[in-house]
């Protein structure tokens, strides 16, 4: 009995904390209650036994794209003073009195709530014991070069989806670099020695961290997205030390270590082209051998891409 | 601890995925948008997950789960460039509002200062 | 096959990190992406539909490439305008040497590869989730592009496409989910042979048709297009008019054709062919209103779509399935090469005037007689004269709604050209008229109306070529 | 690819290859450009000579490509076709010759010459066709080559009339297409046949016919400028002059008439055709056009404007000769076909000489011209006789046998129509020839240019005489072997048989 | 000898227009003007030799295109007299002309035209002599130039052109029903009901039928006098050759014909006296004569309709009463140049003989040319039916009367005054007007026929029917000649010349409400409205159009809207697509 209570809880305060994160007054606290939700949505990825997957969205899917949105606000918030000269007020939360719009947010509603109930008739009609495709997985799992078998889907079966996956990585910061010039923040070490402190033996464990998770996706939950996303953590806070600014300057260097993912995987696929006659199949035997190495560059690149659309924008002085 | 019933997170998943639509249209700033379309993502991989735990012989089907990772990680990329090209868009904005602005707003494009999106 | 994928993703790649060499990575993946269509091909019309199983696991658990007529003939279109585009930006993107120009050249060429590679992934995948990620890929790079423009309209309209793009993929995600969690896979070959009729199924389709409508750009969901494709830089417009908004049209194809054909009913097919009907109408006399060339272009574009969706009524009946389905995509192609030309054309003409107010460009074929030409022949294929593509694939689509009875569409497309026609006299009769001094400030180099006047030259010669193009088309064509 | 679709494909190509070389010559290489204009120009009559040769001798001549899978593209040359492509070649040749001439010193000329041979190739194109499917392409290719060459001039009226004829004849176009397309899903491709292609569908497919025959008439009833269809004529006189002679006598109206006169014996039938009871209301439609197009030139004052609307009224004599049934009407119609663009190209040249030489554009300002340019007016003076009708000349032959058709065929009410226009040719031809020789002539003429020993450029003058030499040789020599008159009964012995 | 004989005909007609050609080559210009009387020299041959087998054909036709026949031969001799007397008297006439080149241009083709039409064997040869000869008459009345010319230029040639059309619709039907184009074998087959009205009205504005003859009192008058001696004399009798040859007299009774031969004829006569009387042009009085004889042998026909079997007789008198009257005609209005030159006593007395001689032969005086051709055409009033015989027997004489008194006006204003005295008369008028009067008075004679009748007419009853006409005529114009003096009044005001084509003139202005053609020197109508009105209007709608367009477009783009517009198609794909589910 318990656990249905527990599950039954745990969905209504996400819908919830959805609803208000999405339609709070202020725009602050609906942030926060954002990245709270991310927290309670990797809790519900551990209830429904996604392990990697709870890693994933604690690290990324709430922590990263949350300092993204609070850093977002801010920088907003900053302009709107600069320019309009008046505090920064409270958004107009949704209930403007504009009766027009009144009359189209209930329609909408109304809508909405309608294709809700279409969706969850059709999500409702799915056979009960669907039987997917574990067995498979799991057949196959012995030859695929790993032992956890959500690794083993990522990096061999459907091993294309995640080349085309990095590659829309450095497409987004490519498309960020295209956009903006990065805002160095405004912190300076010097004045917070314990900051410095805790930072210089911090950053060496989240990188030992990453690693270890790498090494250990084959066989367990993990692997480099979940690296990545330790190693991103570590980029963040570097830069809010103001530390990376030295290790950014270098361009090339930058660059290179953004598309190392995309360049290996590429290359490791054209070899394999050659060698076995089919796109990305590693010739048998050597598969772990060659998921490994994958799997190292992409953690690179994935820590450093994300790390650096926390910076919003290409480093530089230029 | 029995596995949860898949068909609850399922319909949460959907619930999240109406809201998050819900709030992408109705909302007006630019970074509710952005976080309604997080919402809406985080919807479906729930769906996902939720359909991944139905078929739950030994183990749930990793095949969803590495979807939703991928989705995941598609779902960062687009805040993050959703995010500069707001930031862009709102400077925009505000200097527009400010005397002088740089460039007027073309009246073809008929875009209305208050829905940015 | 798989050279199609790899090369133009690590010469993005390359690109990104050797900035200076941006167009030489270009051309490198052209080199390597023309082989790789001749190549298949050669193979498609030697030996049929050719397949490939990635990283060898096959259909329900790996990812299946395949390229069958129709998949080969959008590779070879994405191919040609591709390289005239890239032929074409150079100097384009030259033109003034000042920081931003240089910026946009530097993130230009890596972000132009990301879309080859996103359209030639989208063309030949047969799985449902990683066409998704294509989709996204897609999304991603065209809006970066559009966005590269730097002015302001450029930025409202890329945001506005991106948002319309992520939630349009999700939608099209969670049709995915419906359609994993009844059939256990997402290939869709399997996809047809598991799909019993049911609530799950339907409301799949419909996510992922209501989608793909909005990538599309259909009619009542068109309203980011003409902003994003008319501040674009005129070689991205070009790019998204004829390849991305196709993209969409493409998988539509795919999904009612090959995955879900059983859902393939007169009565939906109808809603499609109001849709283009409306879309037609209403593209074009938005295009009489409007006073910006490229604005004019953008709604040319919403119209010529509405053409490709009158394919779904003429495909339910039995005699019509061959001139609908050939008809259609002999239209796309040849729209695809004269809308780019356009574009090109709209390109030189905002050079060389500095702007694209239609009342003031009077002396267009003084100035720019290559370009004007050019602009007439795709107006000639846009209209459907004979001997164009256009008129082909018109007199297909013509031909099989007057055999399957259906008259509304032989006069929805007779309407189409006339006011096609209307459009594209307004902008010749201000290319006969004599120039007004002080209208044409900057020369245009020669590079870039040749590529604008290939390019139209392909899409008129697209109908002189039309058997074998409905040859290829034909191939492994999705009936039984 | 044997000799003989080869010289079809030459006669084809001797315009297009020129056109398009001289699409990309320089502005300034005169020379050069006259050379290959006429080059191709007679390259081409050599071919259409072979050709008639050929053809008279009973030689086959076919060209196929397969544009799309089941429906080529072919071009042919029966008897039907040689005439048209004969008149549009010859007639090219002097008005080629009278262009350069007339066109001495003007902008663009390498973009006009372009258009002016890709239009005549469009017109050998519609004249060889030999399927429903090369004729409507070639015929909207027509559209296209031929605006151009109206707005040449690129002042606000002539892109004002550009745009009226661009909307009309697209609108022809578009509702052609239509037809076609109805017709090709009925019978399958539609090839030209002596005696129409339609016989099947007769008796099921009765009501169909008659409204496709409707469309057909409109969609081509455009460019033959039948009564309420002819708005754009008249307004694409701000066209220079070689361009209204081409598109009057040469191309685009003689396309219509050649159009109609195709539909109706090679697709309809001319028996099918009167079962149907379709030829009553074209013969009607064509009769109103006649009176009605000779009325409104009664009162232009403009030459051009004048010469204009009586096309309008001389090209549906074509259209009568068509719609009455009975071999002599056909003959009276198809040659009218080739005498009418005699006559018409004569005088075209006589008003681009007064317009060019003396600047004088209306009738009133005609006084006395006679004695200042006397050649050109003789040519004029033969053309508009022969206009008339006024026997031993062109025009009088055909509305001879037009007449003696119509009374065969019954339909009495047909000579009174040819009556009343003679009648009111005459009253429209004969002031201007009495302006030109019988009143003085003014002190200064409005732009007077002196063009050396001859009364004007000896290119702008060579054309006309050699016209109106025409007009006489195919008016006196028409009963004779070797005159349009012949050929012509030779199509209406195998249109009607035995 | 076949060969020479063929190419006479073709000479005959060739010579006129070649020489015409020639005049456009400045060195023979003057050698052709000094040649154009012998232009008519062969067609004289011709007709005096009358060789026979004189046909000409074109090498690809079958039937012949020019060929004598008796009735031919007749009236070319005449006419070929009537041309040589007149290209002569030109020759003087025209010495002072300012533009004397085209005059005989025309004449030339006139002439051409004229011996085409006698000579023409088959219907197209004969349309296309008719229209020359038509065309190149107008060209004759425009030669004066002023404005009264060109008046009567444009009435002349509206109806000769008129006339034209109506003969060559006439003519395709009788083609058709006859199945030939020869004119020999074309009343062989059946009458072609609708020619026959045709063919009369046609070819009765070219003979001034009644109604018709409205242009020939303004036409005449106003060309040249040798052309008008032409015009009258020969052209007129064009009319007349067309009937002969293509109205099948001698084949059927037409009763219809016959009525409005007789009627036209008679109203013809005595409308031509009436206003003829009334003129002050001397030349003008000669042109209603002319009307009035034409009258006089349409009589003849009509008496021909009623009665074909009579047709040789009447036909034989018709020619001796065609020649007699052209010959006459001719030498009055020669007459008009000498009446005018006469100086000395000597002259103006030859003149006055002259004059007298040829005005009493047209009144039919006895003995001669003219009481011939009465007592001719009178011998076959015999063959009417009862009632008309009668009424034709009072009245011809009338009409005989009324030329009389038209005689004596005419003579009364050309008579040679002594205080009248013109200018420099120019010379070489005399001998070519007496070599007509001397052809005028023999001439009838040689005509076969004609001498038959010689001894009936010289009996006493004849003597006296054809004298008391010409008196009671002398003693009206005694009478009219008193009342002149106390009416002093201008009677030609009332009685305008051309009498109904003045008042169709003033109808047709108003219909078309333009000013008279001759000084239309405003700028056409163009057919369309003023282009910028219609402009204007279609702009201002277009405007408020794309305005309701563009805000539609921009609505469509708020977010709301795209929302509700996305889930309501995601609710209509699904509502499909369910119902097709089950």
């Known amino acids: ?318 | 601890m029995p596995d949860a019933d898949p068909r609850l997170y399922l319909l949460a998943g959907l619930a999240l995925f109406a809201i998050g639509f819900y709030s992408l249209v109705v909302q007006t700033h630019l970074l509710r948008r952005i976080m309604a379309l997080n919402v809406m993502g985080s919807g479906v991989f729930l769906a996902f997950l939720a359909l991944a735990l139905k078929a739950a012989a030994p183990m749930p089907d990793p095949v969803p789960h590495a979807m939703v990772l991928t989705g995941i990680v598609v779902a960062v990329c687009a805040t993050g460039l959703a995010l500069a090209l707001a930031d862009r868009v709102q400077a925009l904005e505000a200097n527009e509002e400010t005397p002088a602005p740089e460039e007027p707003p073309s009246a073809e494009t008929g875009s209305e200062p208050e829905d940015a999106g | 096959m798989s050279g199609l994928i790899l090369g133009p993703l690590v010469a993005a790649a390359l690109a990104f990190t050797f900035p200076k060499r941006g167009r030489g990575m270009a051309w490198a993946a052209a080199g390597v992406v023309g082989i790789a269509v001749l190549s298949l091909i050669r193979a498609v019309l030697g030996g049929g539909v050719q397949s490939h199983r990635v990283s060898g696991w096959g259909a329900p658990l790996g990812i299946d490439l395949r390229a069958d007529g129709l998949a080969v003939l959008l590779l070879a279109l994405t191919a040609l305008i591709a390289v005239a585009v890239t032929g074409y930006a150079a100097p384009y993107l030259r033109a003034a040497d000042s920081p931003e120009a240089r910026h946009r050249e530097r993130y230009f060429w890596p972000l132009l590869l990301f879309l080859w590679t996103a359209l030639n992934a989208l063309f030949l995948s047969r799985d449902l989730f990683n066409l998704y990620v294509a989709l996204e890929l897609l999304g991603f790079a065209a809006v970066a592009l559009v966005a590269l423009e730097g002015k302001g309209d450029a930025l409202r309209a890329a945001l506005r496409y991106l948002f319309v793009s992520l939630s349009a993929s999700l939608f099209y995600l969670l049709g995915v989910a419906l359609v994993y969690g009844q059939c256990a896979t997402v290939d869709l070959a399997l996809v047809a042979e598991r799909a019993p009729r049911g609530p799950a199924l339907t409301v799949a389709l419909a996510l992922m048709t209501g989608g793909l409508i909005a990538k599309a750009a259909l009619f009542p969901l068109h309203f980011w297009l003409p902003p994003a494709h008319a501040n674009a830089p005129a070689p991205v417009s070009a790019l998204l008019s004829a390849l991305v908004v196709k993209g969409a049209f493409y998988l539509l194809l795919r999904l009612w054709f090959e995955a879900l054909p059983v859902f393939h009913t007169p009565a939906a097919a109808r809603l499609f062919g109001m849709l283009g009907a409306a879309a037609i109408l209403w593209g074009s006399i938005n295009a009489l209103t409007q006073s910006r060339l490229k604005l004019l272009i953008a709604y040319s574009t919403v119209a010529q779509l509405g053409y490709l969706f009158l394919v779904f009524p003429l495909m339910t009946g039995r005699d019509g399935r061959f001139g609908a389905w050939c008809g259609g995509l002999l239209l796309l192609g040849a729209h695809a090469c004269a809308k780019t030309a356009m574009f090109l054309v709209a390109g030189n003409i905002l050079r060389a005037a500095g702007h694209d107010r239609i009342r003031e460009l009077a002396g267009i074929a003084q100035v720019l007689p290559v370009s004007a030409f050019a602009l007439g022949l795709a107006g000639v294929s846009l209209v459907g004269l004979p001997p164009s593509g256009g008129f082909a694939g018109k007199w297909l689509l013509l031909s099989a709604g007057l055999r399957e009875g259906q008259w509304w569409v032989a006069a929805v497309i007779l309407v189409g050209s006339l006011l096609a026609a209307a459009y594209i006299m307004r902008v010749m009769t201000r290319a006969f008229a004599p120039a007004v001094p002080g209208t044409w400030v900057r020369p245009v180099p020669p590079i870039m109306e040749g590529t604008a006047l290939a390019l139209a030259l392909v899409a008129v010669g697209m109908g002189l070529a039309g058997s074998w193009f409905v040859e290829l088309l034909w191939l492994g064509g999705p009936w039984p | 690819m044997n000799v003989l679709s080869l010289t079809l494909l030459g006669v084809l190509c001797s315009s297009l290859l020129t056109g398009l070389i001289i699409f990309f010559l320089k502005e300034e290489s005169h020379r050069l450009r006259t050379w290959l204009n006429l080059l191709g120009a007679g390259l081409k009559l050599v071919l259409v000579a072979a050709l008639l040769r050929g053809v008279y001798l009973g030689k086959t001549y076919a060209w196929s490509f397969e544009f799309l899978p089941g429906l080529p593209l072919a071009l042919g040359a029966d008897a039907n076709s040689m005439l048209f492509v004969t008149l549009s070649t010859v007639l090219w040749f002097w008005t080629t010759l009278y262009a350069v001439g007339y066109l001495e010193d003007s902008p663009h000329r390498s973009r006009f010459f372009g258009f002016f041979s890709l239009c005549v190739t469009a017109t050998t194109g519609i004249a060889l066709s030999a399927n429903l499917m090369t004729f409507l392409i070639f015929y909207e290719l027509l559209t296209v080559s031929t605006y151009p060459l109206v707005v040449h001039r690129g002042t606000r009226k002539a892109l004002q009339g550009g745009r009226v004829y661009l909307t009309y004849t697209l609108l022809g176009g578009a509702i052609l297409l239509l037809a076609v397309a109805w017709l090709y899903s009925l019978a399958g491709p539609v090839p030209f046949k002596e005696r129409g292609v339609i016989q099947g569908l007769m008796v099921s497919h009765r009501r169909e016919l008659q409204w496709l025959f409707l469309l057909f008439m409109i969609g081509i009833g455009v460019k033959a400028a039948i009564a309420p269809l002819h708005g754009w004529l008249p307004r694409a006189m701000v066209a220079p002059a070689p361009v209204s002679s081409l598109l009057h006598a040469v191309a685009v109206v003689k396309a219509g008439a050649f159009g109609i006169v195709r539909i109706v014996y090679d697709v309809y039938g001319a028996e099918n055709a009167a079962e149907l009871g379709v030829l009553p209301p074209l013969a009607i439609a064509a009769g109103v056009t006649i009176v009605y197009g000779s009325v409104c030139a009664l009162f232009q004052d403009e030459l051009k404007k004048r010469l204009a609307f009586s096309t309008v009224s001389q090209v549906s004599y074509i259209v009568l000769g068509a719609a009455i049934l009975g071999p002599l009407a056909a003959i009276g119609g198809l040659v009218h076909l080739v005498h009418q663009g005699l006559l018409k190209i004569t005088l075209f040249f006589g008003a681009g000489n007064y317009a060019e030489t003396l600047g004088i554009h209306r009738v009133s300002e005609m006084n006395g011209v006679g004695r200042r340019l006397p050649l050109t007016t003789a040519a004029f003076t033969v053309a508009a006789l022969g206009m008339i009708g006024v026997p031993p000349l062109a025009g009088y032959v055909s509305k001879w046998y037009l007449s003696k058709g119509a009374v065969t065929a019954g339909d009495h009410w047909v000579t009174v129509v040819l009556a009343a226009s003679s009648l009111l040719n005459a009253a429209y031809f004969l002031p201007i020839l009495y302006r030109a020789w019988f009143l003085p002539p003014p002190e200064k003429w409005p732009a007077e240019h002196s063009f050396g020993r001859w009364e004007t450029h000896w290119m702008l003058l060579a054309a006309p005489l050699v016209t109106a030499a025409l007009v006489i040789w195919a008016g006196v020599f028409a009963e004779s072997a070797f005159s349009p008159l012949a050929w012509v009964k030779l199509i209406a012995a195998r249109e009607y048989g035995p | 000898m076949n060969v020479a004989t063929a190419s006479l005909s073709l000479l005959a007609v060739a010579t006129p227009a070649v020489m015409a050609l020639l005049l456009s080559v400045r060195p023979w210009r003057e050698g052709v003007k000094r040649a154009t009387p012998l232009a008519a020299a062969p067609a004289l041959v011709l007709a005096w030799a009358n060789p026979a087998g004189a046909q000409w054909s074109l090498p690809w036709l079958d039937h012949p295109v020019l060929e004598l026949d008796a009735v031919g031969r007749v009236f070319l001799a005449f006419t070929s007299v009537l041309y040589l007397a007149s290209g002569w008297y030109a020759r003087g006439y025209l010495a002072k002309d300012p533009n004397p080149g085209r005059f005989y241009l025309f004449f030339l083709l006139a002439m051409a035209g004229n011996f085409g039409l006698i000579l023409a064997g088959d219907v197209p040869a004969f349309y296309t002599a008719f229209a020359l000869m038509g065309l190149a008459s107008a060209g004759l009345v425009f030669h004066r130039g002023d404005a009264e010319a060109f008046r009567a230029g444009r009435i002349y040639l509206a109806l000769a052109m008129v006339g034209e059309v109506l003969i060559l619709t006439g003519l395709v039907f009788l083609v058709v029903a006859g199945d030939t184009v020869t004119i020999a074998e074309l009343h062989r087959g059946v009458i072609s009901r609708p020619a026959l009205p045709l063919l009369l009205a046609g070819f009765g504005i070219k003979a001034g039928a009644l109604t018709l003859h409205f242009w020939l009192p303004l036409a005449h008058p106003a060309a040249p006098v040798p052309a008008s001696a032409v015009l009258s004399g020969a052209m007129i009798k064009a009319g007349l050759l067309g009937w002969i040859r293509f109205l099948p007299l001698g084949e059927a009774p037409l009763p219809g014909c016959g009525i409005t031969f007789i009627g036209a004829g008679l109203g013809a006569a005595f409308l031509g006296t009436l206003v003829g009387v009334a003129q002050a042009n001397p030349k003008t009085v000669l042109a209603y004569s002319s009307i009035s004889q034409m009258g006089i042998i349409m009589t003849g026909l009509g008496i021909a309709a009623f009665r074909p079997e009579a047709w040789a007789e009447i036909l034989a008198a018709v020619l001796i009463y065609a020649t007699h009257h052209a010959l006459a005609k001719g030498s009055l209005f020669l007459s008009i140049g000498p009446a005018h030159a006469a100086r000395t006593r000597l002259q103006r007395s030859l003149t006055g003989l002259g004059l007298l001689l040829a005005a009493l032969a047209l009144a039919g005086a006895p003995l001669t040319s003219g009481a011939l051709a009465k007592t001719a055409l009178k011998a076959n009033v015999g063959f009417l039916p009862e009632g008309w015989a009668l009424a034709l027997g009072v009245l011809l004489p009338l009409a005989t009367a009324g030329t009389t008194l038209k005689m004596a006006r005419f003579l009364w204003l050309v008579w040679p005054r002594p205080g009248h005295v013109a200018p420099a008369a120019p010379r070489g008028l005399w001998l070519p007007w007496l070599g007509l009067l001397a052809a005028m008075l023999a001439g009838v004679w040689l005509l076969p026929g004609a001498l038959e009748l010689l001894p009936a007419k010289l009996a006493p009853d004849k003597l006296w029917s054809a004298l008391w006409p010409l008196l009671f005529g002398g003693a009206l114009a005694a009478l009219g000649a008193r009342l002149r003096r106390w009416f002093s009044g201008d009677l030609s005001r009332w009685l305008p010349a051309g009498d109904m084509g003045v008042v169709i003139e003033r109808l047709l202005e108003r219909l078309t409400l333009r000013r008279p053609r001759s000084d239309d020197s405003d700028a056409g109508r163009s057919d369309d409205p003023a282009p910028a009105a219609r402009e204007v209007l279609w702009s201002a709608y277009a405007a408020r159009a794309a305005s309701a367009v563009t805000d539609v477009e921009s609505r469509l783009r708020a977010w709301p809207v795209v929302g509700v517009v996305w889930l309501l198609l995601f609710g209509l794909l699904t509502a499909l697509l369910a119902r097709a589910g089950h």
């Open chain 1, 1 to 318: 009995m318990i656990p249905q209570l527990l599950d039954g809880t745990l969905v209504l305060v996400v819908v919830a904390l959805a609803w208000r994160a999405l339609n709070d007054r202020d725009l602050f606290r609906g942030v926060i209650e954002f990245i709270a939700l991310g927290l309670l949505l990797a809790m519900a990825w551990l209830r429904l036994r996604a392990p990697d997957l709870a890693l994933a969205e604690a690290a990324v899917g709430s922590g990263l794209t949350g300092a993204l949105i609070l850093s977002a606000l801010v920088r907003m918030r900053r302009r709107e003073q600069a320019a309009a000269g008046q505090p920064a007020g409270v958004a107009t939360g949704p209930w403007a009195k504009d009766r027009a719009k009144n009359f189209s947010r209930v329609l909408l509603g109304a809508l909405s709530v309608a294709m809700l109930g279409t969706l969850a008739w059709a999500a409702l009609s799915l056979p009960a014991k669907a039987r997917g495709l574990t067995a498979e997985a799991l057949a196959r799992l012995p030859d695929s070069g790993v032992t956890n078998p959500v690794t083993a889907v990522l990096l061999n079966f459907r091993a294309y989806d995640t080349l085309l996956e990095i590659g829309v990585l450095l497409l987004a910061i490519v498309g960020v670099w295209a956009l903006r010039r990065g805002e160095w923040p405004a912190a300076d070490l010097r004045e917070r020695p314990l900051l410095l402190s805790l930072l210089r033996w911090v950053l060496p464990l989240l990188a030992v961290g990453a690693g270890y998770l790498l090494w250990i996706g084959a066989s367990a939950p993990g692997g480099a997205f979940q690296g990545g996303a330790l190693l991103a953590g570590a980029l963040v806070l570097a830069l809010l030390s103001g530390l990376g600014r030295r290790l950014l300057r270098r361009g090339r260097l930058v660059r290179t270590g953004l598309t190392i993912g995309v360049l290996v995987f590429g290359v490791a696929g054209a070899v394999a082209l050659g060698w076995t006659g089919g796109l990305l199949q590693y010739p048998t035997g050597q598969a772990g051998a060659w998921i490994l190495v994958i799997e190292a560059a992409a953690l690179v690149s994935i820590g450093l891409t994300l790390g650096l659309l926390y910076l919003g924008g290409r480093p530089g002085e230029k």
